[in-house]
C-alpha cells in the first residue's frame, strides 16, 4: 500500500543555492537472481536456478510499506525501486544536483551460510555493480559488498576491487554475526584502510542474533525503530576492542542510522570509561574524542523533533561539525517536507559540510 | 606552611595507607616503597572519600591485546566510580592536565629533631599535629611523618 | 566516609537503593523443599552474561558493612553511611538478585515470595524510610500476579519490580497480566538495570568483550522496552499503567521519542491500535531515575535534555546506592537546576507516583 496522502518530496533546497552536495546514501537494488546471472561462474548460475533461488530478500524493507519506496521510484518495466539508472539519474543526480552520489546496495549476503556462495554472490554484485552503475555514470561511487562471514574472503574481494576508482566504501551489516570491533573482523579494516577506503556500516543484516537486547520485537515499526540501538552497540565495540588505535586511518560512516542518539552516547559512553579504562587500556583519549575522528553518519532518517530548534541543539551537542554526511536514502520515502531534508537554522558553514565537504574528506572521491 | 606531625613512620608499613585529619580535611598518608606521599581524601568528581579506594597499577597499552601493568601500588582507584589517581602526585589518569586531586608534601623526621620545646617547633613551622607529645617524646628513637599543609 | 556538610538542601527522595541477599538469609522463608532445591541445584539461569564488574559485588569498596555482610546487606551501616548522612526522606528498594528470572519457574516465584516476606521482615518493619518493589517471577506472568496481589496491599510495597534484560520484549502479550495486576493494585511497575539470565545479547551483533560495552550497552535494553511498550498497545490496554526506568540513563530518551514518532507517522497502519504519538504515551505513562546520570561535556546540555524531555516532571533522582556507578545527591548535576525542577527531581515527583506521604 502506498500512503495516499498528498506527497509533496522535496528536492534540493532553494536556499543551497549552488553549493555543492554529495548524496551519501542511495541504495541500489538488485531485485532477481537473474541480474547478477552474467557476472556468476556457470557453476553458481547453475547451482541457484537447480535449486530455485530466485531473490535474496532479508526482509528489511516490506515492499508495501510506505517507508520502503518513493512513488515513482520502481521503473515501470519492472523490477523494485532502486534499480533502473534512469530514474536515480533523475530522482537523485539532478533533481538534488548532486556532484557524487554513493551507492550502498543492501544485497544480503549475510544471510548466505555457505562461505563460498556468499563469496560468489559479492563478487557479482560488485561487478555488476562496476559494469551497469559506475562505468556509464560518472557522478556514481559505489561500496564493496563483502561476506563479512568470512573476513579473510571479505578482505581478499577487496583487495580484488581496490584499484577501480569507482569503490569508495567497503559494507558491513549492523546486526552482525558478532560486534564489529571484535578482532575477528579486522582483516577487513586492515585491507580498508589500506586502500584509503572508508568503512560503512548499514541498517540491514541477517546474523540471526534477535535485534533487541530483550529480543524478537512483534512491529516492523520496532525494528526499524530498534537499528539505532543495533548502531550503538556497533559504536560502542569499536571503540572498546581498540579498532581505531590498530587502525588509526579508518573512517566509518553508520549509514541510515539516525544520529540523534549519539550524544547521550557519548557521554554515558565518556562516563564510564574514566571509570573502566583499565579494562580496555587500548582506549587512551575518552571515548567522544575518538568517534568523532572516525566515525560519521548519514543525515536519513533525520529523527527529527517537532521543534527545529531541539535539532539544532542535539547537532551542537555532537561537538563536531565533521560528523554528518548528507543522504537522501533514496528510495526509501524518509522525508516529504524541506524541515524533514535538513534543519533550517544551521549555521551555513555547518550545512555546507554536511552538504558535501563532510563527504569529500571522507571518502576517496 | 603549617606543618603537622601525622604519624609515625612504623605505622605505615610499605603499601599501608592512613587516613587522617588535619584542619578538618581528610587526607590519606601512603606510604609506596618507604616513601610516603599525602592527597586529599576526596575525588574531585563526586567527592567519594578517594583514599579508601583499591590500591593498584596502571594497566597501559599501545595496542589492543598488549597489556603493560606499571606501577603497582602507586595508583589509588576511587572507591565510588573507580576514576584513577597517581599518590605521589594526585593526578588523575585519565585526565591528568585538568582533573587532579591535592596533593601535600610530606618529610620524615627523627625524634631528635622534634624534641625539643614546642616554642622550637612553633619557630620551626610546625603545628601541633594529632600526635600529642607523649608520643614522640617518650619514644626516643621514633621516625615521625610531617605533612606540611 | 566523608562527612560533607549537606547545606540547605531539601530533603531527598532516593529511587534506587539495593538491599542485598546475604547468605541464609532466605532460609526461614522457605519450605523445606526449596532450601534442598537451592542446596541441590541451587540458582540456575543462562551462564553467559560473564562481565567482571568495576569491583566486587558491583559495590563501592567503601559500602562493606563491617558485619561481613554484602553490601546493601546490613541496614544499621546503611543508616549511617546513606540514610542518615545524605538526609533520605525516602528510600525507594530494588531488590536485584536472580529470584525473579530463574528457569524453574516455581523455584523462581518461591524464591521471590521469599525476598518479600524478608524484605517486609528486615527492611519495611525496621525502617520507616524505605519502601520496596515486590519480586516476581516475571518470566511467567501468571506466577507473577499471585505476588503482586499476595504483597500489593502491604504498604511498604510501591511498585512491582522487574529487571530490563528479559526474554523478550516487555511489551508482548507474555507479561501482560503483570501490568493488568499492576494497574489493578495501583503499583507502579519499576524496570531496573541488569540481568541477561534468559540469554539474550545485549547487542543485536551478539556479546560484546568487555564489561565497559554490557554496561554502556544496557542503555539500549531499555530503549527497545520502550519501543515495545509503546508499539504493542500496552498503555492503550493499560491506561492506569505507569512504568519507571531505573538506572537506564535518560538522556537517550528524547532522541527515541522523536525516532518513534516519526517513524510510526510512516508506518501507523500497522500498529492501529496506536490511538496516538508514541511520545504522547511516553510523556503520560513513563517515568525515569536519574543515576547513573549523563555528564555531558557542557553540563548546560544536561538542561536542554531535559526541556528537549518536555519538562522534569518525570525525572526522579536516584542514587542507587551501594553500587559502584552511584550518583551523589549533592554532586551528581553539574548544573544548577532551576529550584521547580530540583524540587521536583530530587523529591516532588517520586512523592507523587508512589504515593509518599
Ligand atoms: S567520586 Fe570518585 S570517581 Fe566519582
Known sequence: ?365 | MPKYVVATVDEIPPGQRKIITVERRSIGLFNVNGDFYAIRNQCPHEGGPLCEGVLSGLVRSEMPGEYEYVRRGEIVRCPWHQWEFDVRTGQSWFDPAKTRVRAYETTVETTTSLATSDADLVDAGYTKGPYEAETYRVEVDQQYIVLHL | MVATARKNRGPVVDCDIHNAVWPGALDPYLAKRWRRHGQLFGSRTHPGSLYPKGSPAAARHDAWPPSGRPPGGDLEFMRKQHLDPEGIEYGILNCLGPAGTQLNAEYSSALCRAVNEWQIAEWLEKEPRLRAGVAVPYEDAELAVKEIDRFADHPGFVQVLLIVRTAEPLGRRKYWKIYEAAERNNLPVGIHFGGGARGVPITASGWPSYYIEDHTDMAQAFQAHVVSLVCEGVFERFPGLRVVLIEGGFAWLPSLMWRLDKHWKRLKEEVPHLKRRPSDYIREHMWVTTQPIEEPHNPRHLLQVLDHLGGSDRVMFSTDYPHWDYDDPDRAFRVRLPEEDRRRIFAGNAKALYGLR
Open chain 1, 1 to 365: 500500500m502506498v500512503d495516499t496522502r498528498e506527497t509533496t518530496y522535496p528536492g534540493r533546497l532553494p536556499r543551497w543555492g549552488n553549493a555543492d552536495l554529495v548524496d551519501c546514501d542511495v541504495q541500489v537494488a538488485v531485485g532477481s537472481v537473474d541480474v547478477l546471472a552474467p557476472y556468476l561462474d556457470q557453476r553458481w548460475r547453475d547451482y541457484l536456478s537447480e535449486s530455485g533461488v530466485r531473490a535474496i530478500d532479508p526482509h528489511q524493507y516490506p515492499k508495501g510499506a510506505p517507508i520502503s519506496a518513493l512513488p515513482g521510484s520502481a521503473p515501470a518495466t519492472g523490477g523494485p525501486p532502486g534499480s533502473d539508472l534512469g530514474l536515480l539519474r533523475a530522482q537523485v543526480l539532478d533533481r538534488w544536483q548532486a556532484r557524487y552520489a554513493v551507492l550502498n546496495c543492501g544485497f544480503e549476503i549475510s544471510a548466505i551460510h555457505n562461505d563460498d556462495w556468499a563469496l560468489a554472490m559479492a563478487r557479482a554484485v560488485n561487478d555488476w555493480q562496476a559494469a551497469e552503475w559506475l562505468a556509464p555514470e560518472p557522478r556514481l561511487r559505489a561500496s564493496i559488498v563483502i561476506p563479512a562471514q568470512n573476513p579473510e574472503l571479505a578482505a581478499a574481494e577487496i583487495d580484488r576491487l581496490a584499484e577501480h576508482p569507482g569503490f569508495v566504501q567497503v559494507l558491513l551489516p549492523v546486526r552482525a554475526e558478532a560486534p564489529l570491533g571484535k578482532r575477528r573482523y579486522w582483516p577487513i579494516y586492515a585491507a580498508a584502510e589500506r586502500h584509503g577506503l572508508a568503512v560503512g556500516i548499514y541498517a540491514g543484516g541477517a546474523s540471526g542474533n534477535p535485534p533487541t537486547p530483550v529480543g524478537w520485537p512483534s512491529y516492523y515499526l520496532e525494528d526499524y525503530v530498534c537499528l539505532s540501538q543495533a548502531f550503538q552497540a556497533q559504536v560502542v565495540s569499536l571503540v572498546s576492542e581498540g579498532v581505531f588505535t590498530k587502525f588509526p586511518a579508518l573512517r566509518v560512516v553508520l549509514i541510515e542510522s539516525g544520529f540523534t542518539w549519539l550524544p547521550a552516547l557519548m557521554w554515558r559512553f565518556d562516563k564510564n570509561w574514566k571509570g573502566l579504562r583499565r579494562e580496555v587500556p587500548w582506549v587512551d583519549r575518552p571515548p567522544s574524542e575518538i568517534i568523532r575522528h572516525h566515525l560519521r553518519l548519514t543525515t536519513q532518517p533525520l529523527d527529527e523533533p517537532g521543534e527545529p530548534r531541539q535539532l539544532i541543539e542535539t547537532i551542537e551537542q555532537l561537538g563536531c561539525d565533521e560528523m554528518l554526511l548528507f543522504a537522501t536514502d533514496f528510495p526509501h520515502w524518509q522525508f516529504d517536507t524541506e524541515e524533514g531534508v535538513l534543519p533550517s537554522g544551521l549555521r551555513p558553514e555547518v550545512e555546507h559540510r554536511i552538504l558535501a565537504t563532510n563527504a569529500l574528506e571522507t571518502y576517496r572521491f
